[in-house]
Each structure stands twice: as structure tokens, then as C-alpha cells.
């Protein structure tokens, strides 16, 4: 028989690996609402920022608030560079072409990380001490709180730029209807540049606040950007306020089949609901399927 | 069936013949024997890809089945190896059928997740599995394959055996393409709703051919489990599905041939960046193996980005280009 304080414990695990899963499906979101694109290099952010934040914290020992900026900054830039030189020049793009170039850029990346980190995976200390707090019974990091912390303050910030940005209402625009977009005026390339930009950033940060607890290697990119991505379908695909439902949806249905099924196939279980939503409702749990008809894939 | 293809098959029958004559050495036959399998792999791939339209992560995850049932059934059954070996190309086709049904109605990015997702549950199974599939210490033990009591005992017969398995799968797929459904599939490619006015079934032609795909794929994974005798669930993540992909996007995804040539160049590409390690150890430049998926993936970019209808059309076009470049400046004069 399960104790209550278990159940709770699965609850904040599964909430702690939701919020990275809600992260890296906002970061889906914003490239698909901005081009229409499902970029497969998303997991590689993620490893990205989680690889450089150990450097500069562990190694050139700058203080966290600092190492933070910094990292996020420069994987915002690897995003930028990522549209500049592999999605802006391609001519006349098919939806087959877009996606192997982006996952031609996701083995670079990983090719990249794997000859400057090496394959071990990395240690990096926690934002405000490692010795857990007693929550109800149940053991709860301070690191976890960070995420959470994180998290809704991404979401906040998230919805003050689109609501109330001038940028960010033309995002808004573009996604909706890009050439009317252009034709008041929006530039759309910038759009487009911009979306990666941000996208990149809020992977970078995804990777910076998990890797304390996951201890990050090289080799996780892929699976990260996989369960992302559920969470974005799962939340219906474009709709940010839904991946952050489905995101910790998804990381509780995880931490729950882990302890009670086997957590040998823990991975496989957020695949199985992945697989199981896009056949049976690709519009996701929170999406319309009206709406869906409207978009390409 | 064109002429030209006829030509084709008969220079590569050619040209296999006669390699062990010429590669003595058991290593480079080996390396000889992987690209049979990897351009087996592709030719069902390519069918999918480049004729159907219709893109796969998930062929590592056929390559799995085919090559575990090869593996168990024969060691923990002792079933005949091509008993095996038809059990798991059946199993294959039926998994085919369930996956396809449903994530064939799905397009573009949301068939590629789901393609990767499928490959992705088959790798965590075979590791997490330990009861059956031995988790990541694998299979041993895997006994070879005999053709009438001919036991396929040396390097120079596996090889001959593997690429008149590509020649027959070669054979089958350009006759596909010129047969009524070949013309359906490409119709599809360009635009699925022209071809279903014009009384090309979508949805079943589609389904086909990934179950076409998926046997040689799992054809492709049992003559591995055959030749090497042991098998572990590293070789069929979700990397070698990538890599597969970059193999038919370099021939060209569009020609069965460019598949072929795709599969050799890439799988002969190791080799060729072990001798130029070599050749760059004499400067002092350390070149690991580990720099391999870095190569892999710069030349699926710029392949991608720059030779979209792969890297013989891509080379054929800057040629061209340069001659009309030169031309013009010869009419300046």
C-alpha cells in the first residue's frame, strides 16, 4: 500500500521534470507559431545551456546570477546563428527538407557538445544549497522550488511580451496570419530570427535549472526534445498556456508509471502517451481540433 | 522496367563478383558486407522516402525486430535460422501495419515524431527487457545461416550472399517503381490529393510500401545478427535511423541508385577518416572517432542546404554552372 507522503513524492518529482517538458514545448511553440517548423534541435538547447552553465559556475567559477546571463545569452546567439545559417538561406523549403536540416543541425550540436565536453555527464551545485526540505512528509529540493520559481516567472514574462510588446504582438501576428502580417508593415524574416532567438534562450534556461538535480551528459538532447515535444502536442501544438499544462501533466504521469509500473521503462511510458495522442487526437487535450484544420504540418 | 536499370544491375552483379578477388583481407570484407546490409536497409527507405514521400526515423527500430528475432528465436528457441529470420520480417510487417495505420494519416513533422517515437520505445525495450533481450549485454551465441547444408562460414561467402540479397531487393524495388503502384507512390509525392482524384488509394499504397520498407529493413537487421553472432541494443538507436536517412539524402532521395551509392559512400566513410586521421596524425592534429557524428551531420547539412536532390545533381549542377560561367565570359570577348 502506497503511503500518502509517496504519492506526494511522485507528485513534486513528476512536477519537477514537467516544468523542463513545459520549457522545451514553449520552445517548440514559438518556432512553429513564427515558421511552421518542429524543430528536432530543441533538446540540444537544453544540453547546450545545462553543458556551458557547468563551465562557467564549476570551472571559471563565476557566481550563478552572472554564469546564468551569460550562458543564456550565448546559446540565444547559437539559435540566431542556427536560423542565419541553415533556415533563412534555403529557397523554396519543403516540409521534408526543413526537418533533416534541423536534425542535421541536432547531431552538429551534439557532435559539438560530445568533442568539448566529452561523453561523462556533469555535476553542477545546486542555486541555494542541496540538503532537501521536509514538505508534508515528503523530501523536496530547494532546487526543485527554483524550477518551479523559474518557471512561472518565464510564464509571466512570457505573457506580458505578447500581450504587451509591440515585438511581441507582431509575433502574434505572424503566427496567425503571416502575410497579412507583411503586408501591414511586419518583418517577417526578423519574426522568424527573433522566434529562434527566444526559443533557444528558453531551452538554454530549461537546461541551466535541471542539470543540478539530472546531472547532464552530452547524449541527453534527443530525449529531452522528444518528450517535449509531446508536451507540446499534448497541450495542442502552438498553444504555450497549454505545454505548460501538459508539460507537468506529462513529467506526473511519468514519475507515477516510474513508481508504479517499473522505472526501467520510464522513458517509454511519456513516448507511449506521445504516440497515443497524436493518433488518436493530434490536436491535443487542450487544443481544438477546429483550429488544427486551419494549420499545416 | 527501363533498359538503363537492367545495365545497372548487371555492373554492380559485375563489380560484387569480383571484389573478393580483388579485397583479400577479411577486415575490409567485413566493412564490404555492413555496406550490403546498410544499401539493403536504404533501398527499402528510399522507397518510402524519395517515391512515397513519407519520412521514417523509426527504420533502426525494424532493424531491431529483425535482427532480436533472429537472435532469440534461434537461441532461446532453437528455431531454424530462416525460420528466424522470416519471423522476424513477418513480425516486422505486422508491427508495420499497426504503426502505419495510424501515423501515416499524420504528415510531415508529426509522422517524423512519430516515426522517432516509435524508435525510440523499441531501444528502450530492448535495454529495459533484460529477461528477453539480455538489456545492454545483448545476445551471444547466434548461430550462422546454411543454404542446403552450405554453412555461410567465411567472410567471402557472407558477402556474396548479402549483396545478391541487395541485387534481388534492387531488382524488386525498380520493378516497383515502373509497376502501376511505383506511378501511384509518385503521384503521392506530389500531391496527395491529385493522385487520390485520379484513384490512387493514399492511404493503402502508403502503408504498402512502409511495410515493404520495413521487411528489408529487418531482412537487413537478421543477416547482421547472422553474420556478426552477437547482438546488443547499441547499434539500433535512434542515431542509426539518422544515419540511414543521410545515407539516401546523399545518393539523392529521389533515385533507388542514389540510395545505393549513398549507403557505399557513407558506410565506406569511416574508413576513409581512419586513413585521413593517420595522414593528419603526421601534422599533429588529433582526429578522434568521436568527431564521426560531427561529420555525419555537416554532411547531411550541406547536403541538405546546398544539394537538396543529393550530391551527384549537386555536383552535376556547380559543374554546369562553372561551364556557363566560363561560356560567358568567353561571349564577353
Not at chain 1, 511552421?36 to 552553465?53: D, K, P, R, S, T
Not at chain 2, 546523399?250 to 595522414?279: N, R
Request: aromatic share 10%; with cysteine; glycine share 12%.
Amino acid at each position: 500500500m502506497m503511503e500518502h507522503s509517496d504519492i506526494l513524492q511522485y507528485l513534486i518529482m513528476g512536477v519537477q521534470s514537467g516544468c523542463i517538458y513545459a520549457l522545451v514545448a514553449m520552445g517548440f511553440n514559438m518556432i512553429y507559431n513564427a515558421t511552421g517548423i518542429i524543430n528536432f534541435a530543441q533538446g540540444e538547447f537544453v544540453v547546450l545551456g545545462g553543458l556551458l552553465m557547468v563551465t562557467l559556475t564549476m570551472t571559471v567559477q563565476l557566481p550563478i546570477p552572472l554564469a546564468f546571463i551569460t550562458t543564456t545569452a550565448a546559446v540565444t546567439l547559437a539559435g540566431i546563428a542556427m536560423e542565419r545559417f541553415t533556415i533563412n538561406p534555403v529557397k523554396n523549403p519543403t516540409v521534408l527538407r526543413l526537418i533533416i536540416i534541423t536534425i542535421a543541425v541536432s547531431i552538429i550540436m551534439k557532435g559539438i557538445a560530445m568533442g568539448v565536453w566529452g561523453k561523462s555527464s556533469y555535476f553542477m551545485r545546486h542555486f541555494s544549497g542541496s540538503e532537501s526540505l521536509d514538505f508534508f512528509g515528503a523530501t523536496i529540493l530547494p532546487q526543485t522550488l527554483w524550477i518551479m520559481g523559474i518557471l512561472v516567472l518565464i510564464v509571466a514574462l512570457y505573457i506580458f511580451f505578447f500581450n504587451y510588446t509591440m515585438t511581441g504582438k507582431c509575433m502574434r501576428a505572424c503566427a496567425i496570419n503571416r502575410d497579412a502580417a507583411r503586408l501591414s508593415g511586419i518583418n517577417d524574416r526578423r519574426m522568424v530570427m527573433l522566434s529562434f532567438a527566444l526559443s533557444a534562450g528558453i531551452g538554454a534556461i530549461a537546461g541551466i535549472i535541471i542539470t543540478p538535480i539530472i546531472q547532464m551528459d552530452y547524449a541527453r538532447g534527443a530525449l529531452l526534445g522528444i518528450k517535449g515535444f509531446g508536451a507540446a502536442v499534448l497541450g495542442g501544438l502552438g498553444n504555450s498556456m497549454g505545454a505548460i499544462m501538459a508539460g507537468v501533466l506529462l513529467g506526473v504521469l511519468e514519475a507515477a508509471s516510474a513508481g508504479f509500473i517499473s522505472s526501467h521503462y520510464m522513458d517509454a511510458i511519456a513516448l507511449f502517451v506521445l504516440l497515443l495522442v497524436l493518433f488518436t487526437r493530434p490536436s491535443g487535450i487542450f487544443g481544438s481540433s477546429a483550429a488544427m484544420k486551419l494549420k499545416e504540418f | 522496367m527501363n533498359v538503363k536499370d537492367y545495365y545497372g544491375i548487371g555492373f554492380l552483379a559485375a563489380i560484387v563478383a569480383a571484389l573478393p578477388f580483388m579485397v583479400a583481407n577479411d577486415y575490409y570484407l567485413g566493412i564490404l558486407i555492413f555496406t550490403a546490409l546498410n544499401c539493403l536497409t536504404c533501398i527499402g527507405l528510399c522507397l518510402l522516402l524519395g517515391y512515397a514521400g513519407q519520412i521514417s526515423m523509426g527504420h533502426s527500430a525494424f532493424l531491431a525486430i529483425g535482427a532480436y528475432s533472429s537472435a532469440l528465436f534461434t537461441t532461446k528457441l532453437g528455431w531454424n535460422p530462416w525460420a528466424a529470420m522470416g519471423a522476424g520480417m513477418a513480425i516486422s510487417m505486422v508491427v508495420a501495419v499497426l504503426v502505419g495505420l495510424p501515423t501515416l494519416k499524420l504528415k510531415g513533422h508529426y509522422l517524423a515524431m512519430a516515426t522517432l517515437g516509435f524508435a525510440s520505445i523499441v531501444h528502450v525495450v530492448c535495454v529495459a527487457a533484460v529477461d528477453i533481450t539480455g538489456g545492454p549485454s545483448g545476445v551471444s551465441n547466434i548461430p550462422r545461416l546454411s543454404l542446403f547444408g552450405f554453412e555461410l562460414n567465411t567472410d567471402t561467402r557472407i558477402f556474396y550472399f548479402c549483396w545478391t540479397m541487395v541485387i534481388l531487393g534492387l531488382y524488386l524495388a525498380v520493378n516497383l517503381i515502373h509497376s502501376r503502384v511505383g506511378r501511384g507512390l509518385q503521384a503521392i509525392h506530389g500531391s496527395e490529393d491529385a493522385a487520390s482524384s485520379l484513384g490512387v488509394n493514399i492511404t493503402v499504397d502508403k502503408i504498402k510500401i512502409f511495410v515493404l520498407s520495413a521487411a528489408f529493413a529487418s531482412l537487413s537487421g537478421s543477416l547482421y545478427a547472422h553474420y556478426v553472432l552477437y547482438i546488443d541494443p547499441g547499434p539500433f538507436d535512434v542515431m542509426h535511423s539518422v544515419l540511414l536517412i543521410t545515407m539516401v539524402a546523399v545518393g539523392g532521395i529521389h533515385s533507388i541508385w542514389g540510395a545505393i551509392t549513398g549507403a557505399t559512400l557513407l558506410s565506406l566513410l569511416p574508413e576513409g577518416l581512419s586513413f585521413l586521421s593517420e595522414g593528419l596524425a603526421k601534422f599533429n592534429i588529433q582526429y578522434k572517432t568521436d568527431y564521426d557524428t560531427l561529420v555525419y551531420g555537416g554532411i547531411l547539412l550541406v547536403i541538405m542546404l546546398f544539394m537538396p536532390e543529393g550530391l551527384f545533381d549537386g555536383l552535376r549542377r556547380s559543374t554546369a554552372m562553372v561551364f556557363r560561367l566560363n561560356g560567358e565570359k568567353g561571349q564577353g570577348k
